[in-house]
C-alpha cells in the first residue's frame, strides 16, 4: 500500500471521520477484495457489478475496497482478491499493475483485455508511430488549419510500444475470458475463491466474446 | 473385420480400418478436431486430436484402428498437450473473438472452451497478414488462418475440380491464397459451404457478419463435444453423409 509523497497524495491518506468501531471492526474480519482497470473500457468492471443482488449474498464474507462505486487510485490497505480489468499500454498502468501484485494475494485478469490485450491490441500490428499519427496527424478528422500534434506533456502517462496482458508484466493468478465475461462467471470464481473451492470455469461458461 | 481395441481402460468393439476418431465418439469419448471432417479424407494437419496409441502420441484422425490398440485420450499429460495445441493456435494468429464475425460459430473458439483454455501459455504474436478481398462473394481474413487445408483439398471448382484455395509460402511466412477468377465461379451454396468448412473466421461470406444474436449462434445451442458425441446430428448439421 502506497504512503502519499510531495508529488501525490492518495485518498486514504485525506482527513476522514473516522468510522464508527463497530462497523470498523465488522469490516476487519471480512476478505477484501478490488478491483481496478488498466486499459479497457470499464465493461468487465460493470460485469462486477452485474452480479447485483447476488453481490448482497457474499456482503457477509466480502467487502469491497475498489469498484467503479469507489473509484480510488490505490487500495488503502492489502486485499485477498484482486481483479484487474484491461491490459498494459501506458506506464500508469505498469506502475498501477505492480502495485497491485505487491498488494493483493491473488490477482486475477478479468476481460479479453487482461488476458491477452483485446481490442487495444489490435495496434500491436503496426508500429506505434504509425499508430499515433493515424489518430492525429493524418486523421480524417483532423482540423485543417491547425498544426497536427501528438499530445505529449509529462502530466499524460507514456504510451507503451506495444500492449502487453497483465500476466506478461506481472505474475497472474487466475484468468477470466470474455468480453466482457458476465457478471455471473465473476460471480461463480469469487463464490468458489471465498469458500475453499478451487478456481474452475467449466465449458459452459468459458467465453471469450 | 470385428476387432476389440481398449479406449481409456474401456475394451471397445468396433470395425477394423474405422477412424479412430469416429471409435472414440462412437463410444462417448470426445477427441477434439479442428481439420477432420467425418467421410472425407483426412488432413492430419492441425493435430489437435493427438492421442497416445500403443506408448506413442499420433494424431487421432490419421489412425484406422486395428485388432488390440491400446487407446489413451483423457491422461492428464495428453489433455494437457491438446489444450497447449489450442493455445499455439491463439498466438499465431490474430484470433479477436469479440470482433470477429465467426464468433459462436468457430471450431477453434468452441473447442477451447471445451478444453478449458483461459489463457494461452505462450507469447502473442499479433502477425500482420493482408486480407484479401478481392474475390466478389467472399474474403479472407488472413491472419486468423490456422492452416488446416480444409478449404485447399475440398473446395474445388466444380467444372475442372481445381483447387481454389492454396497455401503459398513456409513457416511464419506462409498465408492462404484464393484463385479470383475460380472464387468468382462459385456459387452460393458453395460460397457458404466455404465458409462454413473454414474451422475458425479466415473465410468470410460477404454481405453476411453477425447474423445469429449472441445466445443462438452454433456452439451455443449444442456445444463441440455434443456435436461430435451425437454423430448423427452432427453429420446432418455439417451436411457431410
Known sequence: ?209 | MSIEIIIDGESVTTEAGTNLVDVAAENGVYIPTLCYLKGKPCLGTCRVCSVRVNGHIIAACTLPVSEGMNVEVNAPDLLDMRKALIEILFVEGNHNCPSCEKSGRCDLQATGYELGMVVSRFPYRFPLREREVAAKHLWLERDRCIFCQRCVEFIRDKATDQKIFSIRGRGTTAQIEIDIALADRMPPEQVREAAEICPVGCIIEKGVGFNDPIGQRKFEIQSVRERALDIKDSAAESGHE
Not at chain 1, 40 to 59: I, V
Not at chain 1, 147 to 168: A, L, N, Q, S, W
Not at chain 1, 194 to 204: C, E, Q
Open chain 1, 1 to 209: 500500500m502506497s504512503k502519499s509523497n510531495k508529488n501525490q497524495t492518495y485518498s486514504h491518506d485525506l482527513p476522514a471521520t473516522p468510522m464508527d468501531p463497530d462497523l470498523q471492526a465488522a469490516r476487519d474480519e471480512k476478505i477484501k477484495v478490488a478491483m481496478i482497470g488498466l486499459c479497457g473500457c470499464w465493461g468487465c468492471t460493470l460485469s462486477l457489478l452485474d452480479m447485483d443482488e447476488a453481490l448482497l449474498g457474499l456482503l457477509d464474507k466480502v467487502t469491497i475496497l475498489r469498484s467503479s462505486f469507489t473509484d480510488i487510485k490505490r487500495i488503502p490497505e492489502r486485499c485477498a482478491i484482486g481483479f484487474i480489468e484491461g491490459g498494459v499500454a501506458n506506464e500508469e498502468n505498469v506502475e498501477t499493475l505492480i502495485e497491485f501484485r505487491e498488494n493483493c494475494d491473488i490477482l486475477i485478469s478479468v476481460g479479453a483485455c487482461a488476458v491477452w490485450g483485446g481490442v487495444p491490441a489490435m495496434r500491436n500490428e503496426v508500429q506505434l508511430s504509425d499508430c499515433l499519427n493515424e489518430a492525429y496527424v493524418d486523421s480524417v478528422t483532423a482540423v485543417s488549419d491547425a498544426i497536427p500534434t501528438i499530445p505529449y506533456h509529462e502530466d499524460i502517462p507514456r504510451i507503451t510500444g506495444k500492449v502487453f496482458p497483465c500476466h506478461e508484466v506481472v505474475k497472474m493468478d487466475y484468468f477470466i475470458p470474455g468480453c466482457p465475461p458476465e457478471g455471473a462467471t465473476i460471480l461463480k470464481v469469487l463464490d468458489d475463491l471465498i469458500n475453499g473451492r478451487p478456481f474452475d470455469l467449466p465449458a459452459s461458461i468459458n467465453r471469450y466474446d
